[in-house]
């Protein structure tokens, strides 16, 4: 990825994103990496979110706030964590069958509320 340019690329956009408004950008990036982390699963995305937050320096807000969306965000959908999958496998192992579409459909309703709210309470109390 370093050598693509992205990690560069995305150091740039997030310093630049929070010199204009820091709470924006920590609400912003925390969203997106929620979302990648369902895309991509929460392991490589952190692990870039990370690599891009160390080289742009970023303010502990914004760090926070790509941790929480790191966090919450896999609660979307079965592939966003490797723990997501590896418990199906354990229930399904016991006999409860759960859908990746019941997953999906509960994690619709569960997942965006819990991370607005602890996206938003995080900048509220930090960005003071």
Not at 47 to 67: E, K
Not at 103 to 123: D, E, H, I, Y
Request: hydrophobic fraction near 55%.
């Amino acid at each position: 990825m370093g050598q693509t340019g992205i990690l560069g690329a995305l150091s740039q956009w997030l310093q630049a994103a929070t010199e204009g408004s820091l709470p924006a950008t920590a609400l912003g990036a925390g969203t997106i990496v929620a979302v990648a982390s369902n895309l991509m699963n929460n392991l490589p995305v952190g692990l870039i979110a990370g690599s891009a937050a160390t080289a742009a320096s970023l303010p502990h807000q914004v760090t926070g706030a790509l941790l929480i969306g790191v966090d919450l965000g896999p609660n979307l959908s079965v592939t966003g964590s490797l723990a997501t999958i590896l418990w199906l496998v354990a229930l399904r192992r016991e006999g409860h069958e759960i859908s990746a579409w019941k997953f999906l459909s509960l994690g619709l309703v569960v997942m965006p509320p819990a991370l607005l709210l602890a996206l938003g309470s995080f900048v509220v109390l930090q960005v003071r």
